[in-house]
Every structure is written in C-alpha cells, then in structure tokens.
C-alpha cells in the first residue's frame, strides 16, 4: 500500500523567529512552518485542510462500492428464500452458546465463531429471519474492506476499486452471503489474513505478528475447513517479501535471510494460534474420551468418506467416481454462479496478468488452489458454498487481470490500442446481463434462479422452510378442532419437526401448537424412530385431544418414503386429507391431513389427493 508520511520543516536547524513565514521550494508538498504566534494567514493549516479534503474526497467511491456492497446483501434479505436446515441448526445453536448450557455447542471447535456471532443478537425463536442473516452480511463488510486493501496493496487502487464493485454484484459470493453461514464469515476472514501477512512484511513486528495469529485463530474457528490456508503467511515471505526467493539456487542462504527478517513475526503469529487451538483441541480430546457418544465430531464423516446420501440410502462411491462428482460440481459453481462471459474473460486475462506479475498473482492462485484442491480431492459430498471462502481471492484475480488484459492492449500497436476498452466493457456487459439480474430473482423469487444441482437440491427441493410455512400459516386460520386447546394442534411428521418455528412469524406461532415425536439424534445410530415410536406420540395425542391436524413430507422415491410414510396399521385413527403444498424444482412435498380417532362416526373421508 502506498503510504506517504507529513514532511515538515527541521526545527533545530531553522528555528522561526519572527512572523516570517518559511516557504517551501517548488513542488513541496509536506507542511509549512510559521512562528506559533502568529496571528497572520497560516499557510499550514490551509494544507493541512486541503490533505483532508483531498482524503475525504478519495475516499468517497470507496464508502460508496461499501455502502452497495451491504445493501445488495441486506436488502429483503429474510424476504421470499426461507432458512434451510443448516441455517436453523446455527440459528438453534447460536441462542445458546453464550449460555453454555450445552458443552458440545459452545466448545466443538468445528465453526463455532458464528454461533458466538449471532448469539449476540437475541435470536427469537420465530422470524423475522433478518434478525440471523443480517448479523452475517454485517461482517461480510470486514471481507470487502479486507477486498480492497488486500487488491490495493499487491496492484493499485484502480484494481482495489474494481475488485469492490465486481464483488457487490458476484453471484458466486451473494447468493450464499445473504444466508446465515459460516462460509461467508469464513471468507471475510481469509482475505483479511492474506491482506494483514502482507502488512507484516512490510512492518515485521512482534506486534503484527500477534495480531495475525489472531485472525488465523479466528479464520479456524469460522470453518476448520480453513486449515490449508495456514500455511498463506510463509507464502506471502517467499513469494512477495524483500527477502523473497529469487532463484532455485543456493536456497538455504535465502531462508537463511528470509528467517531473519521475518521469524519474530511469524513465531508470534503461529506461536499464539498453536496455543489456542490447543487449548480447545485438548478440550475437546477430553471430551472425546469421557463422554464418547455425546461427543459430536468436527468434520462431519459424510464430508470425506465418500458417501453420497440420498436421504438415509447412503451408496459408495469409488475414489475416481467421487473426484469426477466433485469436479463436475465445480464446474457447475463457474457456470451457474460465475457466469460464461466472466469465465471467459478470466481464463484469458489469467495469463496475461501471470506474465506481468506472476508472483501476485501466483499467491493469490495458491490460495485458491489450497482450498478448492482439498475439498475437491477429499470430500465425499461436494457442498458448493465450501468452494467460497476464497471467493474474494479470486474477485481480485479478476480485476487485476482485467486492468492487465487492457493495460497489455493499450501497449500494442494498431489495431490493439483501438479496441483496449473491450475487456472493461464486457465486464460490465456481464454485470448488466449477468451480476445483475440474478440479484433481482434472487431478491424477489429465489426460486427462479439457475443454480448448481446441488444448490438446487439443499435450499429448494429439501429440507427449506418451503412448503411447511405455508401449511402453518393456513392451519393456524383453521378452525380448532381438538379438545381442551385454545389454538389448533399440528402434529409434525416432518425432519427437524422441532425446527418449525423459525419458519413462522411470532402472530403465527402464538396461534398453533406445533407437536413433534422425539428427534432422530436420541435414537441409536442418529436413525429416524421406527414408525412404532413416531406413532406412539400421535396415537397418544388422539388419545388426549381427540382430532389433531397432521403434517408429514412424501418423497417421490418409495425408497425414501418408508421413513416417514403413514402406516395404517399402526395409525389409531382416520385420515381425511386436507392439502398438498409443493417445494420448486419438484422437491420432497408436504401434505396436510386431519387424523380422527377410531371410533368417530364420519363418513365421506377423503384420504387421499387420489381418492
């Protein structure tokens, strides 16, 4: 980053003795210097009031790219698109991890920075779902300020701004930093890591170094997915430094001088992060082998055995098979989320910018490498989100290859200099065509958009808050009709039927009782109860209140609907169906039913959609 300091005039060799004001020679740019008496115009302080001007002046397009970047992230942000699971699971965790009620929540060091986060907001136990998400679009701030310092320090402020406004309008870092993710929190802290390694070399002090191992403790503790991104700040010393290494020869004396300058910082830096995690690794250790089964681990087995579930049918698959799935979904994070036209125009300014400046840019490639090669060679379920945390990265990859690309036009002769615009004017065709119009469906019907399969799969077809609000919204406009209740009785045969909550406004969830069977993480193995235990619950609340509304999702697979499908034989009662509310994309739908009990004479029951 360039910094220029004040200049001013040396007091021991030209001491003011009068009211005589000292002027600089021509092109002086630093202070002016008068007698501190006088009451004449004083020319330091007119200076002094231009340079903050001119600071303040500089500083508007930056405060304006920010100030877009958060509304794109916080507008209607708990409008149309519902939580999905992994949202209400933080959510759920977050109301409780300050009060350390439960262990495994508040010291499972998996990403438990964004259950500390939120669970700084009073989370109610309803919507409005703002009151989760917004907390995460806030700190995303810290990532597009971390944005431009990182992209101004390595390349220049045109790049640092160009690098802002690509990443207001990325598809790839909005539709997954309006959620309430750790992801996104994980991001903001990886590009402030890579900014402030370089800010230590640049300063190398104990000091930098401390305050880097913190944002390496705090960038684990976001996602432990993070991990191969440690090793960033050793890069940043041999690719970027004043020690860095300049040829493949005589590599020791280059470490050697690389050491001295830069170990005290660093010693600090992984020193502190060592302690930390070991203290919370030793922690958890202890917990591990005193209470094994209450014990949760802190990668999720799925994530690198190489399993691919379809609900609770689990398939093997081979170690090729899993690393062609999981390139397959990558490439459909560049086309759907990326866009042709900007992967077009990244893979041919990419060069360009290596040829220019090949160290910047092989820092910035490395980070990425580090991250998407190890969730793509290790993981057994592809997540697309785990790709964006090095998200920024890339956006300042991508301007400054851009700028490279143009800058590389303009110095060739003929035709080239002529047509130097176009590598700006297609990103900003890609903007308008692209950046933009996904914002808007994203904003007003989610479920409008192109997204990754997989995507598709986890925040539309499954396990969303689609479907299951409406169904609560209607049944608590329904009549009553249980007994020795003031508001209707729905039972939930649904997964995560104890989340229903947060997908419902505080109106609606004071006007219905929501009654759930016992979750699947009390049973053995974390298997759904068996049809005889979920059955007990409702037939004992047939018993109680006599006809209660009932809620249960059907799958389109008969495989998958023997977990959670109605079971005449064990049902104590009658069903007559009263709707069928369907998720986008042809997703797991939801059907409402009233359950009579035996014994009532009714006739002219409709069991069924069918029937």
């Given amino acids: 980053m360039n910094t220029s300091g004040k200049q001013s005039v040396n007091q021991n060799i030209l001491s003011p003795v009068s009211n005589i004001v000292l002027a600089p020679p021509l092109g002086h740019t630093g202070e002016v210097t008068s007698h501190p008496t006088s009451s004449l115009h004083q020319p330091h302080a007119v200076t002094a009031d231009y340079a903050g001007l001119r600071v303040f002046v500089g500083l508007l397009p930056v405060v304006a790219l920010l100030l877009g970047f958060f509304f794109v992230r916080a507008h209607v942000i708990d409008g149309p698109m519902p939580y999905f699971v992994d949202e209400i699971r933080h959510i759920e965790r977050g109301r409780i991890v300050w009060s350390f ?63 802002l406004a690509i990443l207001g309008v990325f598809p790839f870092m909005t539709f997954y930093e309006r959620l309430a993710l750790s992801d996104s929190m994980t991001a903001a802290l990886v590009v402030l890591m890579a900014w402030w390694s370089l800010v230590v070399l640049r300063q190398p002090t104990t000091k930098n170094g401390l305050i880097l191992g913190v944002l390496l403790t705090f960038m684990l503790a976001a996602k432990i997915l993070a991990v191969p991104l440690l090793i960033m700040p050793i890069l940043a010393v041999i690719l970027l430094s004043n020690h860095r290494f300049v040829s493949r020869f005589n590599l020791s004396q280059q470490s050697l001088d690389a050491w001295r300058a830069y170990h005290k910082p660093l010693l600090a830096a992984f020193v502190l992060t060592g302690i930390i995690w070991g203290v919370l690794l030793g922690f958890y250790k202890y917990r591990q082998l005193t209470d094994p089964a209450g014990t949760s681990p802190i990668v999720d087995r799925y994530l690198y055995e190489g399993v691919r579930s379809n609900l609770h049918m689990a398939q093997q698959l081979s170690v090729s098979g899993r690393l062609i799935n999981n390139l397959r979904r990558t490439g459909e994070v560049v086309f759907y989320l990326w866009g042709p036209l900007l992967a077009g125009l990244t893979l041919i300014s990419l060069p360009i910018l290596g040829k220019k400046q090949w160290r910047e840019t092989a820092f910035l490639l490395a980070g990425v490498v580090l991250l998407w090669g190890t969730v793509i ?56 065509t692209f950046g933009g119009p996904f914002y808007n469906k994203l904003v007003e019907n989610p479920a409008e958009l192109a997204l990754p399969e997989r995507d598709t799969y986890e925040y539309f077809q499954n396990q969303t808050g689609y479907a299951v609000r409406d169904v609560l919204q209607d049944v608590a406009q329904m009549p009553i009709i249980s007994h020795d209740t003031n508001v209707p009785i729905v039972f939930g045969m649904v997964r995560t039927c104890s989340y229903l909550g947060n997908h419902i406004s505080e109106d609606v969830y004071n006007h219905l009782r929501i009654v759930c069977s016992p979750e699947y993480t009390e049973w053995p193995g974390r298997d759904w109860p068996d049809n005889v235990m979920r059955y007990t619950y409702l037939n004992n609340l047939l018993a109680e209140h006599g006809p209660v509304y009932l809620m249960i999702e059907e799958f389109q697979e008969e495989r998958d609907n023997r977990f959670l499908q109605i079971d005449p034989r064990i049902l104590q009662g009658r069903l007559e169906w009263v709707a069928t509310y369907h998720r986008p994309h042809d997703g797991v739908q939801v059907s409402l039913y009233i359950v009579h009990p035996q014994g009532q004479i009714m006739s002219n029951l409709r069991p069924s959609p069918e029937n």
């Fill in 101 to 163: 009620s439960d262990t495994q929540t508040s010291t499972t060091p998996g990403k438990f920075l964004l259950y500390y986060w939120i669970g700084l907001f009073d989370l109610p136990d309803h919507l409005p779902g703002w009151m989760a998400r917004t907390p995460v679009a806030l700190f995303t701030l810290l990532g597009a300020a971390g944005t431009f310092a990182l992209a101004r320090l390595m390349f220049s402020r045109q790049t640092a701004l160009l690098a």
């Fill in 377 to 432: 060679f290790s993981a057994g379920r592809l997540t697309t989100r785990y790709l964006m945390p090095v998200g920024h990265l890339w956006v300042i990859l991508i301007a400054a290859g851009v700028l490279a690309l143009q800058s590389e036009m303009n110095q060739r002769q003929g035709r080239w200099r002529a047509f130097a615009w176009i590598p700006l004017a297609v990103l900003l065709i890609w903007g308008i």
